[in-house]
């Protein structure tokens, strides 16, 4: 019969033929949809160093070990993580004075979580640069973290609150702009929230939660630790953002609900 037709002789066999197609489409497509949904657990950012997929790497250089058995940097990259200037970024901890020790450990465990976890696909968005396709933005960072990396850092000193933009790279690497001035950390960040959040433009978001609570993410942790702790946390964020049900899929899933509607119609549908 025609398509539009009123007298719904043919309706059965019409309805039929399509759920047929609709369950052979689903059937193709479900594995792949399912594969891409646990993917929100288990991601690299398309950026500028990450690998396409994560895996382990064997060995990782010093702080960037903990990733190890799952990364989604190479062992290159976790090496000039931990360089002045590296060939990452060119970026120049040493913008001001000789950044101390004791604060840039913290820049690069914040370095190694960017280049190496695989664990922030819940905090992943699209943007629009040249070096860069997705970055993250409030990823909920623990407080203990937080609190350790203003503490050692308060003291160094700094011409800028927001490390992501505004610096003078007319030298190759990043500058102080002109007029800004070099002034303590505690002066430019006055709470360890505002070192945080706004140091990397909203990469983190504060948390009143300790390390080791489940609820946020950690920089630190022991090597070798399985699983990972970031791993539980990713999962819990995910599940309250609906990027997952509670299977570990995504959901609502439009694949999943067409096929649920699908057996749901086909009792009453003729597929032959």
Known sequence: GTRGTGSGVNA??????????????????????????????????????HKVKPGPEGRLYKQCEPWRDNACCTANTSVHAHNDQSYLYNFNWNHCDIMSEKCKRHFIQDTCLYECSPNLGPWIQKVDRSWRKERVIDVPICK???????????????CKSNWAKGWNWSSGSNQCPSGSECRPFGDVFPTARDLCEKVWSNSYHFTDHPRGSGLCMSLWFKAGLN?????????????????????????PS??????????????SLSLS
């Open 144 to 158: 203990t973290d937080c609190d350790e990396w203003w503490e050692d850092c308060r003291h160094d000193l700094t």
């Open 254 to 267: 439009p694949l999943l609900l067409g096929f649920s509607l699908l057996l749901g119609l086909t009792p």
């Open 12 to 49: 059965p066999n019409s309805g039929g033929g399509t759920a047929a197609k609709m369950l052979g489409l689903l059937l193709v497509t479900l594995p792949l949809a399912l594969a891409a949904e646990r993917d929100v657990l288990n991601i690299c950012m398309d950026a500028k160093h």
């Open 227 to 251: 699983p990972n702790p970031n791993q539980r946390v990713a999962r819990h964020y995910a599940l309250q953002k609906g990027l997952i049900s509670c299977s570990g899929l995504a959901w």
